[in-house]
């Protein structure tokens, strides 16, 4: 994966008699993939809400003390990475605001693009914000809804927010899973001990805790757990089209995850399958670029005969500290994350499967480093199609001027990247390796048709001024009622 950014991780758990910040823990431990900047778990015992959140890994951020002060019998919690705000403590969720119905604590995966419009009109109402993520803004639509059940408060806020969101949402009762009406980001339903219910980004979070998959939260479904039971609505009726995220089944999610029933595992064995019918080469071996790649590397291998073989190493702590390299080091780049096997690679001529070209900067550098380990020949097979636009629903992905294959054709980006071929896996290709019908995905990045309408072009730093960057406080957020018209269509 060259330059994408992964999106944030939720996990929400409601299971008395346990443990739940210990649980909340190593499930966002084991979705600690998704972001690694921030991590935050808030809990409920009946009475008030408790929260904790810092700057770092999950490992890092939570101890024995921290965990021991957060009891309580129902939890939330969030791994972050930026999509809209700055990558700061004031941002780090879960966020704890307080509205005429209570206190409630917010995480949300995804990106919300009209964020903005509404942020202004709130403003405009009295509302005072706190952070400069889109995540406030729809916890203030929830909070400041005009009703006395939060039910009603669900349907305003989700009439008027576009864009992706899978929320978990605590208040002193209960625990609420919230999805997008497209169903954009994903989220899914455990059951834990028999009595207990956990909600979780990807499946592999449920079984890490031994939690039996149950579902999947649907497209535009508010699902409720408390002390009677689990209970589901659909504020806005019955869901109509699909967009879960393509590149989900590409890249973001664990091969262990499940997403619609599909195992990822596989799915990125067909891909890479598919892309050697699609791009045959002769070749002495096929190598992936680990880890995501991996996969698929091995399905082009057993596609086309040619043996599979580790080519690269990958140093999986690179990324995962706040020390930067010194400038020596940072000239090495991208050997500093890979290291090629000389023994295996000298005097061969390479496949090389990854899952995507974005920008262009890190390819070239792979492809020099394989051609100085000894490699007469060096392939790249993608396994996914050219990103020619930007994401605007949780993937910092790049502006469309950044984007290589946006401003380049495939032998322009071929000679670019130094690779004797070039071959991208067509979207045709990549949909039917997911095993589900053309048209539930959100293709926008490879086909620039969005499910919903988006700015011309997103600012992560939209929210933000120098007055408005949040400071290094973890914030309360104090709701208003609000008069703008919350029961107004979607814009």
């Known amino acids: 994966m060259q330059g994408l950014r992964e999106k944030c991780g939720i996990f ?7 443990d739940v910040a210990r649980l909340t823990f190593f499930g966002l431990h084991a979705l600690q993939h998704r972001g690694q900047e921030s991590a935050g778990i808030a809990t409920t015992d009946g009475r008030k809400l408790n ?13 024995e003390d921290t965990l021991a002060g957060l009891p309580g019998h129902a939890a939330i919690g969030h791994t972050r990475y930026s999509t809209t705000g700055s990558s700061v ?3 780090a969720q879960p966020f704890l605001i307080r509205g005429a119905l209570g206190e409630l604590a917010i995480a949300h995966n995804g990106n919300v693009v009209n964020a903005g419009t509404m942020r202004d009109d709130l403003e405009a109402c009295g509302t005072r914000f706190e952070t400069t993520s889109d995540t406030e803004v729809l916890g203030h639509l929830l ?4 009703s006395s059940h939060w039910q009603d408060g669900f349907a305003a806020m989700m009439r008027r927010a576009v864009g992706a969101y899978s929320l978990v949402i605590l208040s002193k009762e209960a625990l609420y899973a919230v999805r997008d009406p497209l169903g954009i980001r994903p989220l899914c339903i455990g059951r834990l001990n028999g009595h207990g219910w956990v909600f979780a980004s990807e499946t592999c979070a449920l079984d890490h805790l031994g939690a039996e998959f149950v579902r999947e939260v649907a497209p535009g479904e508010v699902v409720r757990v408390d002390e009677h039971g689990l209970t589901s609505t659909f504020p806005l009726g019955d869901a109509g089209d699909q967009a879960l995220c393509l590149f989900e089944f590409i890249y973001f999610a664990r091969p ?7 195992l990822l595992h596989p799915v990125r064995m067909r891909m890479g399958a598919r892309l050697s019918e699609e791009h045959p080469v002769d070749a002495d071996l096929v190598i992936g670029v680990p880890d995501s790649a991996t996969a698929a590397a091995i399905g082009y291998a057993a596609a086309s005969g040619i043996p599979y073989a580790e080519g690269l190493v990958k140093n999986r702590y690179v990324g995962r500290t706040f020390i930067q390299p010194d400038q020596r080091l940072r000239e090495r780049g991208v050997q500093l994350k890979y290291n090629p096997l ?21 390819t070239p550098r792979v492809v020099r480093m394989l051609r100085d380990a000894g490699a007469t020949e060096v392939h790249m097979r993608i396994t996914s199609p050219p990103i020619t636009h930007p994401c605007f629903y949780g993937v910092d992905m790049a502006t469309r001027g950044e984007l290589i294959a946006a401003i380049m054709d495939t032998d322009a980006i071929r000679e670019h990247i130094g690779a004797d071929s070039l071959g991208y896996l067509t979207l ?3 949909v039917k390796a997911t095993g589900l019908d053309y048209g539930r995905h959100c293709t926008a990045c490879f086909s620039g048709t969005y499910p919903s309408e988006v700015p011309l072009q997103f600012d992560k ?3 933000e001024s120098e007055a408005s960057r949040p400071d290094h406080e973890i914030p309360v957020i104090a709701a208003r009622p609000a008069t703008i018209p919350l029961t107004a269509g979607r814009p």
């Not at 909070?143 to 005009?146: L, T, Y």
């Not at 000389?342 to 890190?362: F, L, N, P, Y």
């Open 12 to 18: 929400g758990v409601f299971a008395p008699g346990e």
């Open 342 to 362: 000389r023994e295996v690679i000298q005097g061969k001529r390479v496949i090389v499967v990854d899952d995507s070209i974005v920008r262009g900067t890190t």
């Open 89 to 91: 403590l004031g941002n």
């Open 428 to 430: 045709e290709g990549t």
């Open 143 to 146: 909070a400041a809804a005009p």
């Open 256 to 262: 262990d995850s499940k997403l619609d029933g599909q």
């Open 51 to 63: 929260i904790f959140a810092e700057m770092g890994l999950v490992a890092q951020v939570f101890d």
């Open 461 to 463: 730093f939209a929210l």
